[in-house]
């Protein structure tokens, strides 16, 4: 294979390394002025302005720095919205399942060597769900909720799957979810993220399409940020929900038993004799990975 051709995966994977470094960059210097400008405006900053500025500063003032450095690489598929391969309301149910019970599983293993960390050296962290406690239930819908399902699929799963699906299913698969947790600046979230999202991934390339993605997106942050936060401090409520939610990833951990005899991803293509260290020694890749080591370091030592 021409050394040019090999070559390619590694600027494609690089430039978009830099796009989620600048998207990053400009969208916490972003927030960080609005945030600023909020105070000096205003004696009361909710956490509900909080959230909106948020997401404003990564989808309106980050995201387009991303768009202006993914225009150098070639689009070599249509943004995959509408399936190509419909599925049924049981068999996306159980799709939906094998995510969570993903989800939980990773987040278990984390929150439990988190604790360990935490206990051994005495840091405290940050707390997404105290921050979600403090928001009003509309804005967790739509801020927590509603946004990055659709926002985030968009980006982690629609556009790097124009970007990335020329080198094969495997490398789009395992990338968009690396990207996708990392994009989400610290540990706790980092893991269970990347499981989700090479699921997710594997959906869009069997279905063909993001639109399931969205909904179990949308499902397991609804579930975490308003239902899990909302019910109280309730025995018989929570002792209900902890039931239901055993339940759900058990059944999630039987449908992925079934899944795993039938699925099946594309071989790669035009990628170099060594495509992990290709993705990840490159310029772009390494000012990203560095840029996600900081933010878990500030994340781990912010509740000091």
Not at 31 to 60: E, P
Not at 191 to 201: E, R, S
Not at 205 to 221: A, P
Request: charged residues 10%; hydrophobic residues 55%.
């Amino acid at each position: 294979m021409p050394q040019k051709k090999q070559n390619e995966f590694a600027v494609a994977v690089g430039l978009l390394g830099l796009g989620f470094t600048g998207m990053t960059l400009v969208s916490l210097i972003g927030c960080s002025l609005m945030t600023m400008a909020a105070v000096w405006t205003t004696n009361r900053v909710t956490t509900d302005l909080l959230m909106l500025l948020n997401d404003i500063s990564i989808y309106g003032l980050g995201l387009p720095v991303l768009l202006a450095v993914g225009h150098f690489l070639p689009d070599n598929a249509a943004m995959p919205l509408r399936p190509k391969r419909a599925l049924r309301p049981f068999t996306f149910a159980r799709a939906a399942a094998v995510g969570y019970a993903g989800c939980m599983a990773a987040s278990l293993v984390t929150n439990l060597a988190l604790m360990l960390l935490r206990t051994l050296t005495g840091l405290q962290g940050n707390s997404l769900n105290s921050t979600v406690e403090e928001m009003s239930p509309w804005a967790a819908l739509i801020l927590v909720s509603l946004v990055p399902a659709v926002g985030e699929e968009l980006v982690f799963r629609g556009y790097l799957y124009r970007k990335l699906i020329r080198f094969g299913q495997l490398p789009y698969v395992l990338l968009s979810a690396f990207f996708f947790g990392s994009f989400h600046g610290n540990l706790e979230q980092f893991f269970y993220a990347f499981v989700l999202g090479c699921w997710l991934g594997y959906l869009v390339c069997r279905t063909g399409s993001v639109f399931y993605g969205m909904l179990i997106h949308l499902f397991i942050n609804f579930f975490s940020s308003c239902v899990l936060t909302g019910v109280g401090e309730g025995a018989v409520i929570n002792t209900l929900l902890g039931a239901g939610i055993l339940a759900l990833a058990g059944w999630g951990f039987v449908q992925f038993w079934d899944f795993r005899r039938r699925m099946f991803v594309r071989p790669a293509t035009g990628l170099p004799q060594h495509p992990v260290r290709a993705a990840l020694l490159n310029p772009g890749m390494l000012l990203w990975i560095v840029a996600f080591v900081a933010m878990c370091v500030i994340n781990l030592f912010g509740g000091t």
